[in-house]
């Protein structure tokens, strides 16, 4: 079997980053000899680590990562945060463009929710986010479209990784990004908020009054998303941890309407 050593060397000249995290994550999966040289020849090629082992590290949790699935952004952890901190006792939460489901796995764990429900459009990412969560609660279809009537209404928070990159920057991205994971989980559309602008403007009729809306952006779409929070009846703010490079907008639903 290949020492830590070499397979440092070999995904250090494919341009791994961290080769040697990575090796040793390669190293402790591998169930032989022939599987792990597969594995690593796999990763040197561009194939996303979390697909070659089948799970990603995410708060603390593994999240299992199926060929094809968008893998879950270690900046995203800071979405969940906030979908956890939002999430009282007792509360319904919906996960949005769920993909493995790894943010509603996190508010699983980490909150009181009396009810987590996620949503995807990707079939495969809906038979993903069904090994790391409870069947019935993960829902095949266009946002708001695949979840259950009963729910309209009675929602406490929508959190969402809506794609948000710029079709044109979708091409910029690195190949294991736009070469292995669904372009429907990457690309935004012109202006990288397609998608984030029917989040926002149908979870009124889904949330409570008062109810809380978190969806991942980009810095420099920020002042723009919050923008369209406020026109859409909420109280929004531009939360950031710069540390870990993520941005996200909060709002809290007008108590106050009809």
Same mark, same amino acid.
Do not use: K
């Given at each position: ?40 020849? *796999? ?62 796995l996190a508010v699983r764990v980490e909150s ?18 069904? *090994? ?127």
């Open positions: 079997m290949p020492d830590a050593s070499d397979i440092v060397a070999v995904l250090r000249a494919a341009g791994c980053v961290f080769a040697e995290d990575e090796a040793a994550v390669l190293l402790a999966e591998a169930p032989s000899p022939d599987a792990l040289a597969a594995m690593v020849a *796999r990763r040197a090629a561009g194939d996303p680590l979390e697909q070659i082992v089948g799970w990603a590290g995410f708060r603390g949790l593994r999240v299992v990562v199926e060929p094809g699935v968008f893998v879950p952004r270690q900046r995203t952890s800071f979405l969940a945060g906030l979908a956890v901190a939002a999430t009282r006792d007792g509360a319904t939460v919906v996960d949005m463009c769920c993909g493995a489901g790894a943010v509603a009181g929710a009396a009810q987590v429900h996620a949503a995807d459009v990707d079939p495969a990412a809906v038979a993903c986010a069904r *090994r790391n969560l409870p069947p019935a609660t993960v829902h095949q279809g266009d946002l708001y479209a695949a979840l259950p009537p009963d729910l309209r209404g009675r929602v406490d928070v929508v959190v969402a990784n809506a794609p948000y990159v710029p079709t044109a920057a979708v091409a910029l991205m690195p190949p294991e990004a736009r070469l292995h994971e669904p372009m429907v989980a990457l690309d935004g559309g012109g202006d990288g908020l397609d998608i984030a602008r029917r989040v926002v403007a149908g979870a009124p009729q889904w949330l409570v009054a008062g109810g809380v809306l978190l969806v991942e952006t980009s810095d420099e779409q920020a002042s723009v998303l919050r923008d369209l929070f406020v026109r859409n009846g909420f109280a929004a703010s531009v939360e950031s941890d710069d540390e870990i490079g993520a941005t996200a907008v909060r709002g809290v639903l007008d108590g106050r309407r009809g």
